[in-house]
Protein backbone atom coordinates (compact mmCIF):
# COMPACT_ATOMS: atom_id res chain seq x y z
CA UNK A 1 0.00 0.00 0.00
CA UNK A 2 1.38 3.54 -1.12
CA UNK A 3 1.64 5.67 2.00
CA UNK A 4 2.76 9.12 -0.05
CA UNK A 5 0.51 11.67 0.69
CA UNK A 6 0.70 14.76 -1.90
CA UNK A 7 0.80 18.13 -0.53
CA UNK A 8 -1.01 20.51 -3.42
CA UNK A 9 0.65 23.61 -5.32
CA UNK A 10 1.22 26.38 -3.01
CA UNK A 11 -0.17 24.96 0.12
CA UNK A 12 0.87 23.26 3.71
CA UNK A 13 0.45 21.06 6.07
CA UNK A 14 1.44 19.59 9.47
CA UNK A 15 1.70 16.34 11.33
CA UNK A 16 3.46 14.34 14.21
CA UNK A 17 6.97 12.32 13.52
CA UNK A 18 7.68 9.96 16.30
CA UNK A 19 11.41 9.53 17.22
CA UNK A 20 12.85 6.84 14.88
CA UNK A 21 10.39 7.57 11.93
CA UNK A 22 11.74 8.41 8.79
CA UNK A 23 10.45 11.19 6.40
CA UNK A 24 10.99 11.20 3.07
CA UNK A 25 10.32 14.18 1.09
CA UNK A 26 9.92 13.80 -2.60
CA UNK A 27 9.73 16.30 -5.40
CA UNK A 28 7.37 14.24 -7.64
CA UNK A 29 8.07 16.43 -11.04
CA UNK A 30 11.25 18.46 -10.06
CA UNK A 31 12.14 21.74 -9.48
CA UNK A 32 9.77 22.21 -6.53
CA UNK A 33 11.00 23.32 -2.79
CA UNK A 34 9.39 22.54 0.12
CA UNK A 35 10.10 24.60 3.13
CA UNK A 36 10.13 22.12 6.71
CA UNK A 37 10.02 23.06 9.93
CA UNK A 38 9.84 21.07 13.20
CA UNK A 39 9.55 21.46 16.59
CA UNK A 40 9.57 19.29 20.08
CA UNK A 41 6.15 17.79 20.45
CA UNK A 42 6.77 17.60 24.14
CA UNK A 43 7.86 21.87 24.45
CA UNK A 44 7.25 23.48 21.39
CA UNK A 45 9.81 25.99 22.54
CA UNK A 46 12.42 24.28 21.37
CA UNK A 47 12.25 24.51 17.24
CA UNK A 48 15.12 23.89 14.61
CA UNK A 49 17.69 25.96 14.49
CA UNK A 50 19.12 27.46 11.26
CA UNK A 51 21.81 29.12 13.15
CA UNK A 52 23.26 26.61 15.46
CA UNK A 53 23.13 23.93 12.78
CA UNK A 54 24.74 25.97 10.25
CA UNK A 55 27.26 27.15 13.18
CA UNK A 56 27.98 22.76 13.78
CA UNK A 57 28.36 22.53 10.78
CA UNK A 58 30.66 25.12 9.49
CA UNK A 59 28.85 24.89 5.79
CA UNK A 60 25.32 26.09 4.41
CA UNK A 61 24.82 23.47 2.16
CA UNK A 62 23.42 20.17 4.24
CA UNK A 63 23.01 16.71 3.13
CA UNK A 64 23.52 13.02 3.67
CA UNK A 65 24.87 12.28 7.33
CA UNK A 66 24.29 15.90 8.59
CA UNK A 67 22.23 16.74 11.63
CA UNK A 68 19.15 19.40 12.13
CA UNK A 69 19.89 20.83 15.39
CA UNK A 70 17.60 22.78 17.52
CA UNK A 71 17.81 26.74 19.30
CA UNK A 72 18.68 24.52 22.54
CA UNK A 73 21.46 22.37 20.39
CA UNK A 74 19.90 19.10 20.62
CA UNK A 75 19.25 16.96 17.42
CA UNK A 76 15.64 17.01 15.78
CA UNK A 77 16.32 15.72 12.94
CA UNK A 78 19.42 13.67 10.78
CA UNK A 79 19.92 12.89 7.27
CA UNK A 80 20.12 10.05 5.93
CA UNK A 81 19.14 9.90 2.19
CA UNK A 82 19.62 12.40 -0.35
CA UNK A 83 19.53 12.71 -3.86
CA UNK A 84 20.26 15.87 -4.32
CA UNK A 85 22.70 17.57 -2.65
CA UNK A 86 21.30 21.42 -2.61
CA UNK A 87 19.53 22.67 0.21
CA UNK A 88 19.09 26.08 1.44
CA UNK A 89 18.76 27.00 5.08
CA UNK A 90 19.36 30.81 4.96
CA UNK A 91 16.26 32.43 3.79
CA UNK A 92 13.14 32.44 5.89
CA UNK A 93 9.40 31.22 4.35
CA UNK A 94 8.05 32.95 1.63
CA UNK A 95 5.08 35.45 3.16
CA UNK A 96 2.27 38.11 1.74
CA UNK A 97 4.91 40.51 2.73
CA UNK A 98 7.57 38.56 0.68
CA UNK A 99 5.56 39.15 -2.53
CA UNK A 100 4.74 42.57 -1.85
CA UNK A 101 8.24 44.07 -0.67
CA UNK A 102 10.33 41.71 -3.32
CA UNK A 103 7.89 41.08 -6.15
CA UNK A 104 5.07 43.97 -5.93
CA UNK A 105 2.16 42.06 -5.74
CA UNK A 106 -0.79 44.68 -4.46
CA UNK A 107 -3.26 41.16 -3.41
CA UNK A 108 -0.57 39.26 -2.75
CA UNK A 109 -0.60 35.34 -1.62
CA UNK A 110 -0.32 34.29 1.98
CA UNK A 111 3.04 32.34 1.13
CA UNK A 112 4.71 29.18 2.89
CA UNK A 113 4.71 31.28 6.18
CA UNK A 114 1.14 31.75 5.83
CA UNK A 115 0.78 28.00 4.75
CA UNK A 116 2.64 27.03 7.73
CA UNK A 117 0.67 29.27 10.01
CA UNK A 118 -2.43 27.44 9.45
CA UNK A 119 -1.07 23.96 9.61
CA UNK A 120 0.93 25.09 12.97
CA UNK A 121 -2.48 26.38 14.50
CA UNK A 122 -3.74 23.40 15.94
CA UNK A 123 -1.00 22.46 17.55
CA UNK A 124 -0.57 25.67 19.42
CA UNK A 125 1.67 27.20 17.38
CA UNK A 126 1.84 31.00 16.78
CA UNK A 127 3.19 32.38 13.76
CA UNK A 128 5.85 34.16 15.47
CA UNK A 129 7.41 31.04 16.25
CA UNK A 130 7.73 29.80 12.60
CA UNK A 131 11.65 29.98 12.66
CA UNK A 132 13.61 30.00 8.89
CA UNK A 133 12.68 26.66 7.66
CA UNK A 134 15.01 23.91 5.87
CA UNK A 135 14.14 24.41 2.37
CA UNK A 136 14.14 21.49 0.77
CA UNK A 137 15.50 21.11 -3.19
CA UNK A 138 15.72 25.28 -3.04
CA UNK A 139 19.04 26.36 -4.71
CA UNK A 140 20.70 29.32 -3.26
CA UNK A 141 24.15 30.16 -4.25
CA UNK A 142 26.32 32.76 -2.19
CA UNK A 143 29.30 34.66 -3.89
CA UNK A 144 32.26 33.95 -2.23
CA UNK A 145 33.56 37.50 -2.38
CA UNK A 146 30.45 39.86 -2.12
CA UNK A 147 28.57 37.61 0.08
CA UNK A 148 25.49 38.28 -2.58
CA UNK A 149 22.69 35.54 -2.48
CA UNK A 150 20.84 34.80 -5.78
CA UNK A 151 17.75 31.99 -6.12
CA UNK A 152 18.47 29.80 -8.70
CA UNK A 153 16.47 27.19 -10.42
CA UNK A 154 16.29 23.67 -7.68
CA UNK A 155 18.67 20.87 -9.03
CA UNK A 156 16.03 18.55 -8.21
CA UNK A 157 15.00 16.41 -10.94
CA UNK A 158 11.63 14.71 -10.99
CA UNK A 159 11.55 11.42 -8.16
CA UNK A 160 14.07 13.30 -6.36
CA UNK A 161 14.01 12.98 -2.42
CA UNK A 162 15.44 13.51 1.25
CA UNK A 163 15.13 11.46 3.79
CA UNK A 164 15.05 12.35 7.43
CA UNK A 165 15.12 10.37 10.50
CA UNK A 166 13.61 11.80 13.97
CA UNK A 167 16.04 11.90 16.64
CA UNK A 168 12.87 13.01 19.10
CA UNK A 169 9.24 13.27 19.22
CA UNK A 170 8.34 16.09 16.72
CA UNK A 171 5.65 18.48 14.93
CA UNK A 172 6.47 18.74 11.69
CA UNK A 173 5.19 21.81 9.38
CA UNK A 174 5.94 21.17 5.41
CA UNK A 175 4.91 23.00 2.38
CA UNK A 176 4.82 23.02 -1.40
CA UNK A 177 6.95 26.61 -1.97
CA UNK A 178 4.53 29.38 -3.03
CA UNK A 179 7.72 31.43 -4.80
CA UNK A 180 7.99 31.28 -8.81
CA UNK A 181 11.23 32.01 -8.40
CA UNK A 182 12.51 29.35 -5.96
CA UNK A 183 10.48 26.83 -8.12
CA UNK A 184 12.04 28.01 -11.44
CA UNK A 185 8.46 29.58 -12.14
CA UNK A 186 6.11 27.75 -11.62
CA UNK A 187 3.66 25.70 -8.68
CA UNK A 188 3.76 22.04 -8.58
CA UNK A 189 3.08 19.54 -5.95
CA UNK A 190 5.61 17.92 -3.10
CA UNK A 191 4.80 14.23 -1.76
CA UNK A 192 6.20 12.48 1.51
CA UNK A 193 5.91 9.84 3.39
CA UNK A 194 6.70 8.73 6.94
CA UNK A 195 8.26 5.03 7.54
CA UNK A 196 8.00 3.02 10.99
CA UNK A 197 10.93 3.05 12.91
CA UNK A 198 13.54 1.06 11.19
Avoid: W
Avoid at 26 to 38: C, F, M, N, T, Y
Avoid at 159 to 175: H, N, Y
Amino acid sequence: MDKTIEIPPRSGTAFTLSRGERLTVIDPRGEQVADLVAYNRNDTDEVISSGRTLDYASRIYLTTGDPLYSNRSNVMLRIIEDTVGRHDFLLTPCSSDTFRIIYGDVNPHRGCFGNLAAALEPFGIAPDRIPVAFNCFMNVPVDSKTGAITVEPPLSRAGDRIVFVAETDLIIGLTACSALQSNNGSFKPIHYRIDPVA
